[in-house]
């Protein structure tokens, strides 16, 4: 079923009681859940009936969909259903099978799609680019920009937030609820928006004028660190259990131990590296992202390559120190 449709109908039917009943002078109401797949491809060649619900006088039935999973209505409570709808879309890890990813030898804006292969458990080919190599790759790639993604039939996928985004997809990282899964994407939105701040601070001052805008960009007042007060409460709003945006590990969350990790790992000149201290629920989700046993092992991975932590770059490092907050 390559092309389907899913239409919900729900069909409430009120019938009096009948005259020998009359006594109880009752009304009973039936609600019909029917879940009709429409197969779009080759017209309506088949319909899929599923066996109705009763539901008992005002308490509506819970539909599912002829795949089992949720139907969810119109009118719904967002902060119930960020924490209880944080099923992913079902994966497929064929699509991804045989991929390699090539980047920089920093952590960068492809670190997030790094981590979420791993937690995956895809197994892809982490190709670095050293920078002096640079000019000869850009011209072979789809935007003249990295990371780019190529599966095993040589497709290319680039720009980093999509490519994310198609891997949190295919490994059970990315919501299936519309409603989280924009919430997923909203925050990732925000995350960009605190990198393109972090940068523009300062441009075009000598070095020492620069960290010292920057300084006061991420102090109490400043720019960067108004945005990072909203990410923390945002967090606090939509995640829980150490989670960026619902109750699980998600493409959201890994984001945030990344690019956090960026802004504070020495990327910029000028952040201090305790930048975050004040915001508890970003802390909980670098700790949370950090102790992953997948994240654990992929970076142990990547200290034995090295042989050494300290041949890691800074941002990495303070990527693996999160294990430890």
């Known amino acids: 079923f390559e092309e389907t449709e899913c239409l919900i109908i729900t069909i409430t039917i009120s019938t009096q009681a ?13 609600t019909l859940a029917l879940s009709v797949a429409i197969i779009a491809s080759g017209g309506c060649q088949a319909l899929l009936f ?19 999973g949720p139907c969810h209505s119109q009118r719904r409570t967002i902060g119930a259903s960020m924490m209880a709808a944080t099923s992913a879309v079902t994966p497929d890890e064929s699509v991804l099978a045989g991929c390699k990813l090539t ?44 990371p780019v993604l190529e599966l095993a039939d040589g497709s ?15 490994t059970s990282l990315y919501p299936a609820d519309p409603l989280v899964a924009q919430r997923v994407d909203e925050l990732m939105d925000a995350l960009e928006d605190l990198g393109a701040t972090i940068n523009n601070v300062g441009q075009g001052l000598a070095k020492e004028e620069k960290e010292a805008a920057r300084l006061v960009a991420v102090s109490e007042g400043g720019a960067v660190y108004d945005i990072l007060a909203k990410i923390d409460a945002f967090i606090q709003a939509n995640g829980t259990g150490g989670y960026a945006v619902g109750a699980e590990m998600n493409i959201a969350s890994i984001l945030t131990f990344t690019n956090i990790g960026r802004l504070v790992g020495g990327v910029f000149y000028g952040v201090p590296p305790t930048v975050c201290n004040p915001f508890l629920n970003i802390q909980h989700v670098r700790k949370t992202v950090g102790i992953n046993p997948a994240v654990i092992a992929w970076y142990d991975a990547r200290i034995d390559q090295q042989k050494s932590l300290d041949k890691l770059s800074p941002a990495e490092q303070i990527l693996v120190g999160c294990r430890n907050m």
Do not use: C
């Open 156 to 170: 290319q996928l680039a720009q980093a937030r999509s490519v994310l985004r198609f891997v949190g997809k295919h």
């Open 50 to 68: 599923r066996q109705p619900a009763i539901a008992a006088r005002g308490r509506p039935a819970t539909a599912t969909s002829t795949n089992g």
């Open 103 to 146: 980047y920089f030898g920093i952590p960068g804006r492809g670190e997030a799609i790094r981590l979420a292969l791993a937690i995956g458990e895809v197994e892809f080919e982490d190709k670095r680019v050293p920078f002096p190599a640079w000019s000869k790759v850009k011209p072979t790639t789809p935007w003249g920009t990295l």
């Open 18 to 30: 009948s005259a020998a009943l009359a006594p109880m002078r009752t009304w009973t109401a039936v």
